[in-house]
């Protein structure tokens, strides 16, 4: 059997094929190749077993597998589209003094990555979704096509057997047969359509990240609350919101629409929390402020829900429960949010973070720590000077740029630094050990000996003759 060769396929190039039909032209291509090389086999009229459906299927996994690997090599890691850590300070009120240390907002990236994030705008995204999407779709039609192919051929085979086997024979035998045909269909395509729909989710996620975090970081990240609350309210930048959301609607196939809105949202409830906890000098809430900002997360749900033609209620409010318990631990007493870093704290150092694994949680020493530092609170800034020798915010330069020459604290020289009984030699070490524990992961291959075990396995990027 000949094996369609792909090598026309440049997904390099995300354009829609046309206005109704969102998807990369590549794909189509593809699924032309492959069905008729589905129709030539079957149209040979030559006596077929399970050997060559095999060989079919095998053809057909390698295409597809290739080419959807090539759409997630293509793709980076959100992580990369996130500002850089700022520094902990303390609550000063203005002052002016001689040398201000300026900020380091910007993560520098390589040449490299930053040409990937060229490619990976937000319409090429979109299409990249619509075009997974497609395949999700259109496997099932091949498959379906396959299927009663391979049925429209058994008759002549199983007359064939019937002339040579016993009943009892053939009727075990057409089982065991029936039942390995539907277990290569299944393995082969259900793999296809799990890693079709799992890039999918990745690029959806990094659409909603690259928005808010890269495509509006200047315009909403990193002006959001700076320097003030009431100057700077979340309503001045839901235009540009609106901006985005009508460019992606244009240009994303309807079937996909919500989970990109979606995305959009978390990502935007995502960027109000990073200002809230780490927005540096240039922020700090006071409880007139609280209320204000509680007002703008309202504000932010009720543009998503958009009277109802925009995202279900339900979930709008479901996704915004973290971001209003983050506002709400800036209502709390001070005195309330020390003891409960300094209770946070000695969990640190029983190896019992609930923050090892690198996402902020309520009530997790960070994620406190952060509140304290942004609350325009003389109490708290007292603690914190005394327990954790913060600078003040005032001696941070709080105009955006993209470079810095002063060590910045990070979270993890500071928590080191306390002066607290609770905080001794011995429980540093062990929050150092318990954080070493924590690093890396390991992959396992598994050598397997069915074909079956095997196709799952298989990882081809030369089938599609992809550059």
Avoid at 44 to 70: C, E, G, K, W
Avoid at 287 to 295: A, Q, R, Y
Avoid at 332 to 346: C, F, G, H, N, R
């Amino acid at each position: 059997m000949v094996k369609p060769h792909l090598t026309f396929c440049n997904v390099q190039d995300w354009e829609p094929l046309s206005f109704h039909q969102r998807q990369a032209a590549s794909i189509v291509e593809v699924f032309r190749i492959l069905e008729e090389t589905v129709d030539q086999l079957f149209g040979m009229n030559l006596p077929l077993d399970i050997t060559h459906l095999q060989a079919l299927l095998s053809i057909v996994f390698h295409s597809l597998d290739a080419y959807l690997q090539r759409v997630l090599n293509q793709l980076v890691e959100k992580n990369h589209l996130y500002p850089s850590a700022p520094p902990l300070t303390r609550y000063t009120e203005t002052a002016i003094p001689l040398i201000k240390k300026r900020l380091n907002e910007y993560k520098v990236l390589d040449d490299i990555m930053l040409d990937r994030l060229n490619e990976l705008t937000i319409p090429k995204l979109c299409i990249r979704l619509n075009t997974l999407q497609y395949i999700q779709k259109q496997v099932g039609v091949l498959e379906d096509d396959i299927r009663n192919s391979w049925a429209a051929v058994r008759p002549s085979l199983n007359q064939t057997q019937a002339e040579e086997e016993p009943v009892e024979i053939l009727e075990s035998d057409s089982l065991t047969h029936n039942e390995t045909v539907d277990e290569l269909f299944g393995t082969t395509f259900n793999i296809i359509r799990d890693t079709a729909k799992d890039i999918g989710q990745k690029t959806c996620d990094l659409i909603g990240t690259r928005v808010v975090f890269w495509d509006l970081r200047d315009a909403f990240l990193f002006h959001l609350y700076r320097g003030n609350v009431e100057s700077t309210r979340l309503e001045n930048f839901l235009p540009d919101f609106d901006t985005v959301l009508d460019n992606v609607c244009g240009v994303i196939d309807d079937a996909v629409r919500d989970v990109v809105v979606i995305s959009i949202y978390k990502a935007s409830l995502e960027g109000f929390v990073w200002v809230l906890l780490d927005g540096g000098p240039c922020r700090a809430f006071s409880d007139s402020d609280i209320i204000l900002m509680e007002e703008d997360l309202l504000t932010l749900k009720e543009f998503f829900i958009a009277d109802g033609e925009g995202l279900p209620e339900s979930l709008v409010e479901q996704e915004a429960k973290f971001a209003e318990r983050i506002l709400h631990m800036f209502s709390l007493q001070t005195e309330t949010v020390i003891q409960m870093l300094m209770t946070a704290s000695e969990l640190i150092s029983m190896g019992l973070d609930s923050n090892k694994q690198g996402h902020t949680n309520l009530g997790d020493a960070h994620t406190l720590m952060r509140v304290l530092c942004h609350k325009k609170d003389r109490e708290a800034s007292k603690f914190l000077k005394v327990q954790y020798q913060l600078p003040m915010s005032s001696d941070y330069d709080d105009t955006p740029l993209g470079d810095s020459t002063s060590r910045l604290p990070r979270m993890s020289d500071v928590l080191k630094r306390s002066t607290s009984i609770r905080w001794n030699k011995k429980r540093q070490s062990s929050f150092k050990s318990m954080k070493k524990k924590i690093q890396g992961a390991t992959n396992e291959i598994r050598n397997v000996g069915s074909w079956l075990q095997l196709l799952k396995g298989m990882r081809d990027p030369n089938i599609l003759g992809l550059k």
